[in-house]
Every structure is written in C-alpha cells, then in structure tokens.
C-alpha cells in the first residue's frame, strides 16, 4: 500500500514484455496474493529481462535476480539470512522462474532448497520452451510442438519427449503444499499462492503460461488458450498437501485436444503432416490419462 493508503501496482506497467505476456500476469498474480512483505527472487529469463532494463525496474518489492541454475540457493540464502538478523517475521521468501531454470538448470539448486525445507515458496512460470533466448525446448516442452531445438519437418513431428511432471517431483521432496495453476485463471492462483505462503516449509506452485511470441497465436487470446488447456485437460488443476491430491478442478464434457492445438503455430504441422493424426491421437491420449488419473470429469 501507499502511504496515502492509496492501492498501487507491486509490478508497475510499462515494462518491456510483449502484449499478452505470460509472465507479466503470473508475476502481478503473485503480487496480488503476498502484498509488499516479500522479498522476490527472480532467475534470468523473460520475466528478469523484460522487468530490469538497467537502470530502470518494474518491480515495487525487494527483488534480487539470480542465475539460470541457482535460484533455489539463492533464495535458500535470503531466508537464512533474515533469519540469522531476526528479521524473518512474516516476510514471503518468493522464488519465480520460468520452467528452463526451474526444471532443467535450476532444478538441482532448487531440490536442495527443498530438501533442507527451508520457508520459501516457489513459483514455476511454465511458457514451455526457453522463449527468452529462441525458443528452444526444454523439458516442459509438450509431445509434439515444434520449437527451435526439436523443429517438425520431414523426419520429425516436433518434441518427441513428454513433458517432465515436476509438481510430482517437488511432492516427492516432502512439500507440505504443491498446486498447479493456470494464468487462464487469476481468483485460483492469486488463492494458490497465497495459501502456499501461509504453509510453513518449502511449497511450490507449478503455473500454466501461454507465450503469444513463441507459440504463435495473437497476443489478445493468451487467456482463451490458457483456459483451453484446461479445457482439453492437458493442464489439470490441482492442489497435493503432503504428495496427496486434496483438490481437483472438475471439466464438465473436456473439449477435445484439436481444439487447444490448433489455436498455435507450434502444433500447425500435425494438421498438414501424413501422420501428424495419429500424432494426435497419441495427445489425447495423454489428456485422457489425466481425466482418469485425477477424476477430472467425475
């Protein structure tokens, strides 16, 4: 708050992140949810640089920017650090990267920090590809998009791995609250994250984020599609409170995957390819194994 008890914005406009930015949301979400007492903790990546352009910041709260691999033991030391000041109180220790530093780079720093179960909670803002440096796949990356590192073409129908389940990962480490979320859905993440900063011990909150620029879709439907994933159940909403599922977002009649993929150019190439149908198929597959792993539809 202001000194004239006035509102304003944690994160101010006017940064550099191109319309419809993903990350921008995700990170005034965050905001919304854990006010001005915070310390926020930022490795490179679109968010980082789209927000500090030296000398210029857009952010209303202590911010530090980590590297691409240590943001975990970055913000590991920041509350280590108010701790042995005795100024712990009730700050929010906030880490936010996106899913390069979070699940390939990072994931090392970032599993230590959990497994020493410090006070942190850690926010994954999941555009899935390195969008910051060219698109390039990374292991959020879905089967089949097409991205700089895993192109479709003659001899390939884009990403042939499927995309690394990390909320399952962070439970394993012990974490008394990991969610998913979407920025499609703003009252359920600035919720999520709010009630994981409440938990004491190390949380995690796992954020779809639809990127206008590497997906290839106009920069006014970023909401539209978030909330198609949803939809389809490519991206189930759910919360685990000690690694057990305690609350499901429900689909009434999922849409079909055709309806999500077509939306973007990274998945364009399964409409045109002879064989891109069963492509397809083998997607929703994995949408349907969703529905009946976390009763999606019951």
């Known amino acids: 708050?202001?000194?004239?008890?006035?509102?304003?914005?944690?994160?101010?406009?006017?940064?550099?992140?191109?319309?419809?930015?993903?990350?921008?949301?995700?990170?005034?979400?965050?905001?919304?949810?854990?006010?001005?007492?915070?310390?926020?903790?930022?490795?490179?990546?679109?968010?980082?640089?789209?927000?500090?352009?030296?000398?210029?910041?857009?952010?209303?709260?202590?911010?530090?920017?980590?590297?691409?691999?240590?943001?975990?033991?970055?913000?590991?030391?920041?509350?280590?650090?108010?701790?042995?000041?005795?100024r712990k109180g009730n700050t929010k220790v906030i880490g936010i990267g996106g899913d390069g530093s979070t699940m390939d780079i990072g994931i090392g720093a970032l599993s230590g920090a959990f497994e020493r179960g410090h006070d942190i909670t850690y926010v994954c803002v999941d555009n899935e590809a390195y969008m910051n440096t060219g698109v390039q796949r990374s292991s959020g990356t879905p089967f089949g998009?097409?991205?700089?590192?895993?192109?479709?073409?003659?001899?390939?129908?884009?990403?042939?791995?499927?995309?690394?389940?990390?909320?399952?990962?962070?439970?394993?480490?012990?974490?008394?609250?990991?969610?998913t979320t979407s920025i499609g859905y703003a009252n359920d993440m600035i919720k999520k994250v709010k009630k994981a900063t409440d938990v004491k011990g190390p949380t995690y909150i796992h954020a779809h984020a639809p990127c206008p620029t590497g997906w290839?879709?106009?920069?006014?439907?970023?909401?539209?599609?978030?909330?198609?994933?949803?939809?389809?159940?490519?991206?189930?909403?759910?919360?685990?409170?000690?690694?057990?599922?305690?609350?499901?977002k429900k689909v009434k009649d999922p849409k079909p995957v055709e309806d999500y993929l077509k939306t973007q150019s990274r998945f364009k190439h399964l409409f045109k390819m002879e064989g891109g149908a069963e492509e397809i198929k083998k997607i929703q597959a994995m949408a349907d194994k969703n529905i009946s792993y976390y009763g999606l539809d019951k």
């Not at 895993?150 to 990991?178: E, F, L, Q, R």
């Not at 909401?223 to 409170?241: N, Q, R, S």
């Open 216 to 248: 290839g879709f106009d920069s006014s439907k970023t909401i539209e599609i978030a909330k198609l994933a949803v939809d389809t159940c490519l991206w189930p909403l759910y919360e685990m409170e000690d690694g057990v599922v305690t609350s499901v």
């Open 1 to 86: 708050m202001s000194t004239d008890n006035k509102p304003f914005n944690l994160l101010t406009p006017g940064h550099n992140g191109c319309a419809g930015c993903c990350d921008a949301l995700a990170a005034k979400y965050v905001l919304m949810a854990v006010g001005s007492d915070c310390i926020i903790v930022n490795p490179t990546g679109c968010l980082e640089v789209m927000t500090t352009p030296f000398p210029k910041t857009a952010w209303n709260v202590p911010w530090i920017h980590s590297l691409f691999e240590n943001g975990g033991a970055v913000a590991s030391g920041v509350e280590a650090a108010l701790i042995a000041l005795g």
């Open 145 to 179: 998009a097409s991205t700089t590192t895993s192109p479709s073409g003659k001899s390939s129908y884009g990403n042939p791995t499927k995309k690394k389940d990390m909320p399952a990962i962070m439970a394993a480490h012990g974490s008394p609250y990991v969610a």
